[in-house]
């Protein structure tokens, strides 16, 4: 067991040695069911995260060898029994029934797993009688969390010398929906980033057929000089990877401009979304854009390229979280 706050707990993580079939327990789309594997599929080591369903999101995403590793997942068959706090859903588990669900699912001969539970749900009734007078209260319609804590990272908050933002576009790709669109894995053709403190930046456009389209590239405001020098994706990767320093952390707006880092390749990975930072003052449903004008942050786009305007925002942004977050 590793207690730690996710900044040490990533080092800590990234320096553990695991197994070739060691695995995550996570929910997600492409996470494998534990009870479907046959006894040479089973992970032989197995992650579970203990928290809260928002903490185990951030531990996700501020610990990039989570993110490496490969997701398992389960499909309880009844409720769970943790009335305490309220769940996302009826059949999300706790953090002690999930182990003993992945326990039943990976190593079935193993016996006296219901006395834990009986120990569980004593645990739960006792809490219950001392905290809530009337112990037949369902828990779960208990009040959402009260919006106003910021859940803002750490380096972000202490210092940017070492945080690297980055914004990509995409290559296009066939509007499809569902599954099928999931399953899409589009490249980027144009990524920049800046170091906050230095102001150092990189920008690059990366071959695609669709920068041959003079729409596309209009749209996105690419010049002519930067598609002439457009490189190959895995020089892209080389010089992204010859950019970032041992120290850096990635931060990206959203969750899908980290997934097109990905899609270039399997290790490349961002540290921080800060889509996910909540903020009281953020515009319900609005858009980076809209915090950016609603509190009048200055910015300084290198050009009037989309992608320049949206890093630009994403600088002023990382800096008002530290400015108003910093210790």
Known sequence: MICEHNTDLARHV???????????LYPSDDARLLENLSPSERPDQLIILDGTWHHAKTMMRDIPRLRRLPRFRLAPASPGRYR???EPNAFALSTLEATLSALQALEPELERLDQL???FDKMVDRQIQYTQPNSQTDWRRNQKRRAG???V?????DDLKNVVVAYGEQERVEKLRGRARRLQKPKPVFWTAQRCVTGEVFRVAIRSNCLNEADFADRLGIGKEQLENAVSLETFISMWHS???PLDKVAVYHPSTAKLLRNASNDLN?????KSVHLADRIAGG???DFIAAHQLPTSPRDDSRASQRLANLVAFAEYLSNQYGG
């Open 149 to 151: 804590s910021a859940n």
């Open 153 to 157: 990272p750490r380096i972000l908050a």
């Open 270 to 274: 961002t540290d921080y979304i800060l």
């Open 84 to 86: 305490i706090r309220r």
């Open 117 to 119: 539970m009986m120990v």
């Open 243 to 245: 950019f970032l320093r």
């Open 14 to 24: 990234e320096s553990l040695t695991l197994s070739q079939r060691a695995g995550i």
């Open 287 to 289: 858009t980076l854009d």
